[in-house]
């Protein structure tokens, strides 16, 4: 007999009442579901833990299985990556018609930097150091994504990377535990506001835990970690986002102690729940718990069974749970309360977002104008673009060009639509996107002639190439010899004032399965860029990447650097606005660039080690290298603008606090260049002595401030005794009194610092 979801609301009121009898509800939420789940058969309950995919849009590899014939059977809990409203409505029609209790589906999506109108990838958007326009960006999303009837994205991903080498590192926010976490509290706040509405989403928080750890930066490679660590610098931007009331966790792919952690107790169950106090729900990861099996911990029934007694209450298109727990339970190997609980969570979500009163809230026509129309969206990706971009160099202040003569825009990134809205950007509509050549035809008009050659292919290796750019971002790959594409470019160049190289990485070279070992930009580029520079004419690179790239060549020998990661859909009307002056870059790099592959880990926090080198480079037995200095090629918090900031009367109000105490730094920073601009103010803590080796300097504090060209302003932080907490050898949360030093300055390397004490 099927029971229509108005069965179930008329049931509650009674329920209620008999509750008393012998359970104690203890919201109307658990009435309800109490009285839900007394009328669901075991076959139900797991139908409920499972998210199979459509394969409508590719994010995994493709699996198939009859959706709509498992829905009828109330044998899915929720679907993902499917797109439209109506595609969406239809989906949950036959959950709520034609499952014989009409609970409605979860839809989820990889809404990761936007939807439709996509913002820059997560790395860039972090390089704005502004909570308020990553919040915006969320909560932008949100709405277009909830107009898509999207009631749940994969997003914020935290993983904390040192590695450039994987591709990942452009989804997340980089290598700082304490930027990242402020990071993924903005983004949850952006996407969920308090999920009463219909354009608010839930967030998922990705991926638990460590995954950017992986070893050698091979993507879903093994991660071994000591749990101080993970404490002290991984941690941190997970727990942000709990405690920010993320409504659900994605387990990691990767092994954490030997046990993967899609089956690993002690993270889902005992540090997520039992130490952090999370009460959502966990999912895995794509096939997450079939491959439990390759990492060699059992068969199906076996990894099923320890994914959902780890913690997992969703299977993300391995069919483990479906196809596994009921019989496990008929054979006592799985308990039936178990089952309960996950899928009792399950529900919950879906109560929380109103499915159960509305099952198509996300995809009911919109009665009321969206809080941001379109183009305030569009404009609102513009400007987090110009706010993302990061100025790495601009000798003689060849930047911002004049709004005069002629530029030519040479490079295979110049004028290609599906490669500026970078990585998961799998709902936008690529012809949207607004190329280098276009944005600068569209802000300059008359005023500037803009002249394009594509100059050389991404890689003269086609099947490199083809690997590159993968999932419809290709390029466009011109048959034309080397020789030919480059003495094109070179003739358009001549004819030119300036030259803009559009350089870099394809967009799927970062983001999932792209990892590299090489950093640096593509060898046909690279002898493009130094026949460019031979030409005698001014040359701004523009770099296109997912990652920090190994530039130390550029470094030396041209003149201007904007890394310009990848921007979202407006990125060419951004770069216009930067490269001509109309906006001033403020980004500062939130990874260190290496100067080579070798160097890689590494990051600004590192410890001093018993034997560090303090001199200059090189000393005998000392913790350095014989080929290349320790320092990286542009440290973390790094990025010029079109102006100076100078930085002075750095002070502290006391040299003593107790722990209960603040201390105030100051410091007082003057624009003393030319233009108006921002500036980001970054402060770092270091513990001199602690019961555990701490890190030489760990970033405690920022402050994003505006200055007119002149303008002073003296900034205060206050420093407490949270900020000096840090895991000791029994993982307890402590501060430990003593020495420290506070240093305040423009990026983690060119500091001022001043002692202080704890007491
Ligand atoms: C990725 C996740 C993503 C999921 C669903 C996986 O392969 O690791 O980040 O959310 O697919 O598309």
Redesign the pocket.
């Known amino acids: 007999m099927k029971i229509q979801i108005k069965t179930i609301f008329s049931s509650i009121a009674l329920s209620a009442l008999l509750v008393g009898c012998n359970s104690k509800p203890t919201s109307e939420m658990d009435a309800f579901i109490d009285d839900l789940m007394g009328k669901m058969t075991l076959e139900e309950k797991i139908g409920q833990l499972n998210l199979p995919?459509t394969g409508e849009i590719v994010?995994?590899q493709a699996k198939s299985s009859d959706v709509a014939q498992q829905i009828s059977e109330g044998k899915v809990g929720g679907l993902?990556?499917l797109k439209g409203a109506d595609r969406i409505r239809e989906m949950q029609e036959l959950a709520v018609n034609n499952s014989r209790l009409g609970i409605p589906l979860l839809f989820g999506m990889?809404v990761i930097h936007g939807y439709e109108t996509v913002f820059p990838i997560p790395l860039a958007l972090s390089c704005s150091w502004n909570m308020e326009t990553i919040e915006k960006t969320a909560r932008m999303a949100a709405i277009e994504a909830s107009e898509g009837g999207i009631c749940w994205t994969?997003s914020p991903?935290v993983d904390i990377s040192r590695d450039p080498r994987w591709g990942r590192v452009a989804?997340g926010s980089g290598e700082d535990p304490y930027l990242g976490g402020e990071i993924a509290r903005a983004m949850v706040r952006g996407y969920q506001g308090d999920l009463t509405r219909n354009d608010e989403i839930l967030a998922?928080v990705?991926?638990f835990a460590l995954y950017g750890a992986s070893e050698a930066g091979r993507d879903y490679n093994t991660v071994d970690m000591s749990r101080i660590r993970m404490y002290n610098e991984y941690f941190e931007p997970y727990k942000a986002a709990v405690e920010e009331g993320a409504g659900s966790v994605?387990a990691s792919?990767n092994e954490i102690d030997g046990i993967p952690a899609t089956g690993n107790k002690w993270l889902l169950t005992e540090v997520l729940r039992n130490q952090w106090g999370f009460d959502g729900f966990v999912v895995t990861?794509?096939t997450g718990i079939y491959e439990m099996i390759a990492h060699g911990m059992g068969d199906m029934a076996e990894v099923s069974k320890l994914a959902l007694e780890a913690g997992v209450d969703m299977d993300?298109v391995s069919d483990g749970f479906v196809g596994t727990l009921a019989q496990s339970v008929a054979e006592g190997k799985v308990s039936e309360a178990t089952i309960d609980q996950a899928c009792r969570r399950m529900l919950e979500a879906k109560y929380k977002l109103g499915l159960f009163e509305n099952p198509y809230k996300y995809c009911e026509e919109r009665k009321e104008a969206p809080a941001y129309s379109l183009q305030e969206r569009k404009d609102f990706a513009r400007k987090a673009a110009t706010e993302s971009f990061v100025l790495l160099k601009n000798e003689g202040n060849l930047l911002p060009l004049k709004k005069q003569g002629s530029v030519a825009v040479i490079g295979p990134l110049g004028n290609t639509k599906a490669n500026m809205p970078g990585t998961w950007s799998v709902a936008t509509i690529m012809d949207s996107a607004v190329t280098v050549v276009e944005g600068l035809q569209r802000v300059l008009g008359d005023q500037v002639t803009v002249r394009y050659a594509k100059g050389s292919n991404l890689m003269s290796d086609a099947a490199y190439e083809q690997r590159a750019t993968m999932f419809g971002r290709e390029l466009g790959r011109d048959n034309r010899s080397d020789e030919a594409l480059l003495n094109e470019a070179l003739q358009v160049a001549r004819q030119s004032d300036v030259i803009i190289a559009t350089l870099g990485e394809a967009s799927e070279m970062s983001g999932?399965c792209s990892s590299r070992t090489e950093l640096n930009i593509p060898d046909v580029q690279r002898r493009l860029l130094e026949k460019l520079l031979a030409t005698g004419k001014p040359v701004v690179l523009v770099l296109f990447a997912g990652r920090p790239m190994t530039l130390t060549w550029e470094a030396e020998h041209v003149p201007a650097i904007l890394n310009a990661w990848f921007g979202g859909t407006e990125t060419g009307l951004a770069l216009a606005d930067v490269l001509f002056g109309d906006a001033n870059p403020s980004g500062k790099l939130t990874m260190t660039f290496p100067k080579n592959v070798g160097q890689i880990p590494i990051y600004y926090a590192h410890k001093n080690t018993g034997r560090p080198l303090i001199g200059p480079w090189f000393e005998k037995f000392k913790s350095n290298y014989i080929d290349i200095d320790n320092e990286p090629l542009y440290p973390f918090g790094y990025g010029l603008s079109y102006t100076n900031f100078s930085y002075d009367n750095f002070t502290l109000d006391k040299a003593e606090m107790g722990v209960n105490d603040v201390i105030n730094a100051q410091v007082t920073i003057t624009n003393t260049g030319k233009y108006d601009g921002a500036e980001i103010v970054q402060l770092y803590i270091r513990d001199m002595v602690g019961s555990v080796t701490r890190p030489v300097k760990e970033l405690k504090g920022f402050q994003k401030i505006f200055l007119k060209a002149g303008e002073s302003r003296t900034v205060n932080f206050e420093i407490n005794a949270d900020m000096l907490k840090f895991y000791n050898s029994d993982l307890d949360f402590v501060c430990e009194p003593g020495d420290f030093e506070v240093m305040i300055g423009a990026n983690s390397r060119d500091v001022e610092s001043l002692p202080f004490v704890l007491k």
């Open positions: 995919v994010t995994g993902f990556n990889d994969f991903m989804e998922c990705k991926h994605m792919f990861d794509y993300m999932e």
